[in-house]
């Protein structure tokens, strides 16, 4: 390092300066980002899938969103899920959702009656619809929820769109049926002998559709990767980012912080980092898929397998500990 | 299609870039604004560790679960900023040059003069909200050069190298992507405008000076060695290579605003636009599709 001496002095003189202001900074005050909500409405929107339609009790405005958005919702039992806003932006008074039934997450969503009261956070979106001289929607099944909004924006501002919506058979192919028929196809594998052929497809819409226009694809990741093969380089393509994936055939462990003197229990379904957090809720973190480096903590005993980390550091997120136990600098 | 409710959830892209291919001059026939945007892969690597440190430690003072997201994602782009930019930092060694001397002082600035300075308690909390309103203001002008880099289609008619456009218009979108984050955190922590404004009195000229010492040390370094000249700047300017200096002028102007907020400025449409087609940020989602 090389000493540069207007900087130290300037560094200096804006240390004094804060010190100076601190005397009268009112600390940070807490912001309670929880939305109270009440399930208004429940209905079908296919055989497996629930639509359900929350607002506030005393029916006051909910925070604006824009298409793509998705609100944070913690069930009854603690789990938290995410579900894509499906309503209209401009309904400022309810949020709507639709959820199909595939795991414990959703089973519970099925089971809100009317009046259930539940806690929700956001909305926040992770699929911004951005301008662009025309757009191609690709929903797989219950992957309609975030496009359906795009595509009435996309009407609304006279904007040239088409979506196509894919699933096993015509019950799989939720909302899609309240949108424009003469922009939608609906093209279930059953009455076309299986999945359709993606790279055609998508070639096909495109040429129907304005030069740059944008893709938006949303539905299960293998639809994602084939879409992803098939959009050309240099044109624009939007998929929905989901969370870090599950950990899958880990093993528990014990994390000893060593600075903070306790010791944590790694289940053999959740990443380290999750385990530490609940003793130290502020431990950074970002990506939480190992390539960030922000998690990355000097590993003062034991050895880590699946780690992204440079030797003698570990990656809370994704590492796991080989033995039994793990000694961390925290 | 611009004023914002949209709330975007920021996260971290695992991009790579390829090196081996890059021209010592990666705009044609053009040493000062090919030098004037290296100085970027200089002054940066090390800006942003120190915004990550920085952030992190400010991560526990912050009473909102909302923003505490938003500066997790932030610190994640930041990382990867860093690794990126040091990718081309590691290639001009290869390549020859050693930028050894000038990076050293670029760390003493972020590590002693504005490092933790050995304070502890309130005292070190308090030069982090100075710091964390020196962030902010050094984001404002990252946010107006990354919409500067998206929309400067001169580049891309001067031939510019095409991997190296990415990883600017990339790492422009994700600075006007996550432009807000910084000044909310210091709107929560303090807020005060005064402290706010003379952070900019403190980044702006800083960042000029160290430009113009990298400017002046990358042209000495290069094959040819030459002396950086005023009207290489205004020639750089001219074509469009490098941001006008009226625009820049207004941008620190607009920071003076008491109702200033960072989303008011630049466009998060042209960054998600071009997240969705940049080759890196793709390959990026491809991966993480894949996991």
Redo the contacts between chains.
């Keep these: 390092m090389k000493e540069d001496r207007l900087a130290e002095v300037i560094g200096s003189a804006a240390l004094r300066i804060a010190l100076r202001s601190g005397r009268r900074r009112r600390p940070a005050q807490p912001v309670d980002r929880d939305l109270r909500l009440t399930v208004t409405a429940v209905r079908a929107e296919a055989p497996d899938v629930a639509g359900l339609t929350l607002a506030r009790p005393d029916g006051a405005d909910l925070p604006a969103w824009r298409p793509g958005a998705h609100l944070d919702l913690v069930l009854p039992s603690g789990l938290l899920r995410q579900y894509s806003l499906c309503g209209d932006p401009d309904d400022r008074a309810s949020y709507r959702i639709a959820v199909r039934r595939l795991a414990t997450g959703s089973a519970e969503v099925h089971g809100l009656a009317p009046g259930t009261e539940i806690t929700a956070r956001g909305p926040r979106n992770a699929f911004p619809l951005a301008a662009a001289p025309g757009y191609l929607f690709l929903a797989g099944g219950i992957g309609i929820t975030p496009l359906a909004p795009m595509a009435r924006a996309a009407a609304a501002a006279g904007v040239p769109w088409r979506l196509v919506h894919t699933g096993r058979d015509r019950a799989s192919l939720p909302l899609s049926a309240a949108l424009d028929p003469a922009h939608v196809l609906l093209r279930p594998d059953d009455e076309h002998g299986g999945p359709p052929p993606v790279a055609a497809l998508v070639a096909e819409q495109l040429a129907a559709l304005p030069r740059g226009s944008a893709v938006y694809c949303c539905g299960p990741p293998p639809m994602i990767d084939a879409v992803r093969r098939a959009v050309p380089a240099g044109h624009r393509l939007h998929s929905e980012r989901f969370s870090p994936p599950p950990v899958r055939g880990g093993r528990a462990f014990t994390v000893e912080l060593a600075r903070t003197g306790r010791t944590v229990d790694v289940p053999a379904d959740r990443s380290a980092l999750d385990a530490v957090q609940t003793v130290l809720p502020a431990v950074p973190y970002s990506c939480r898929q190992g390539f960030c480096g922000t998690c990355h903590v000097r590993l003062l005993a034991g050895r880590t397998e699946r780690d992204t980390a440079a030797p003698g550091s570990m990656a809370l997120c994704v590492a796991r500990a080989e033995g039994d136990r793990l000694v961390l600098d925290l | 299609?611009n004023q914002?409710?949209?709330?975007?959830?920021l996260?971290?892209r695992?991009v790579a870039f390829d090196w081996s291919a890059l021209p010592l001059h990666w705009i044609p026939g053009e040493p000062f604004a090919t030098h004037l945007l290296d100085v970027l892969h200089l002054l940066l690597p090390e800006g942003e560790r120190w915004f990550?440190r920085l952030f992190?430690d400010a991560?526990?003072?912050?009473?909102?679960?909302?923003?505490a997201?938003d500066v997790?994602?932030f610190?994640?782009?930041e990382?990867?900023h860093a690794?990126s930019h040091q990718g081309v930092l590691d290639h001009l060694a290869t390549a020859g040059i050693d930028t050894g001397?000038y990076v050293?002082?670029i760390?003493?600035?972020f590590?002693?003069?504005?490092g933790d300075?050995g304070l502890d308690g309130?005292?070190a909390?308090?030069?982090l909200?100075?710091r964390v309103a020196?962030v902010a203001a050094i984001e404002h002008l990252t946010a107006f050069l990354g919409q500067w880099v998206l929309e400067a289609s001169e580049l891309d008619r001067a031939h510019a190298d095409p991997t190296m456009l990415d990883l600017l218009r990339w790492h422009g979108a994700e600075e006007v992507e996550h432009r807000s984050v910084a000044h909310d955190l210091y709107v929560?922590?303090?807020g005060?405008y005064l402290?706010r404004v003379?952070?900019l009195a403190?980044a702006a000229p800083?960042l000029v000076?160290l430009w113009a010492h990298g400017v002046a040390f990358l042209l000495s370094r290069d094959p040819e060695p030459r002396r950086a000249r005023w009207r290489d700047l205004a020639r750089a300017a001219r074509l469009g290579l490098c941001p006008p200096l009226g625009t820049m002028l207004r941008c620190v102007v607009a920071y003076l605003r008491p109702d200033y907020h960072p989303s008011r400025h630049g466009s998060?449409?042209?960054a998600?636009?071009y997240l969705?087609?940049s080759?890196a940020a793709?390959a990026a989602?491809?991966s993480?599709?894949?996991?």
């Design positions: 299609m914002d409710p949209d709330r975007i959830a996260h971290a695992d990550v992190s991560l526990p003072l912050v009473r909102d679960p909302q923003l997201e997790r994602g610190i994640g782009q990382a990867m690794v001397p050293g002082r760390e003493w600035v590590r002693e003069a504005l300075r309130l005292a909390q308090e030069w909200v100075e020196l929560h922590l303090d005060r402290r003379r952070n403190i800083m000076r998060t449409d042209a998600v636009a969705a087609s080759p793709r989602d491809g993480a599709g894949a996991v």
